[in-house]
């Protein structure tokens, strides 16, 4: 499954380092918009197929992309 962050996001590049140090072959694209600019802007926001996934905490968000990247992967 393809991770999609926002590059405008805050710490997105930070996010998107977490990611590659927890598995190397996560798939991650940074797009210049994810169409949802209000959020972004408040929060740190990842795209995982349909699942828009948000937190006031990248580690939080963080461990929620893990946990639907597992997910994901039981099926």
């Known amino acids: 499954m393809k991770v999609k962050l926002c590059k405008n996001n805050k710490a997105?590049?930070?996010?998107?380092?977490?990611?590659?140090e927890?598995?190397?072959?996560?798939?991650?694209?940074?797009?210049s918009c994810l169409g949802f600019c209000k959020t972004c802007k408040e929060k740190y926001t990842a795209l995982i197929g349909d699942n828009f996934l948000k937190s006031s905490d990248k580690d939080k968000?963080?461990?929620k992309i893990v946990k639907a990247l597992?997910?994901?992967?039981?099926q």
Do not use: A, R, T
């Not at 997105?12 to 590659?20: D, P, R």
């Not at 927890?22 to 797009?31: L, P, S, T």
């Not at 597992?70 to 039981?74: A, M, V």
């Open 22 to 31: 927890y598995d190397k072959d996560i798939e991650i694209k940074v797009k």
């Open 70 to 74: 597992e997910g994901d992967n039981k």
């Open 12 to 20: 997105h590049s930070q996010i998107e380092k977490m990611l590659k």
């Open 61 to 63: 968000l963080f461990n």
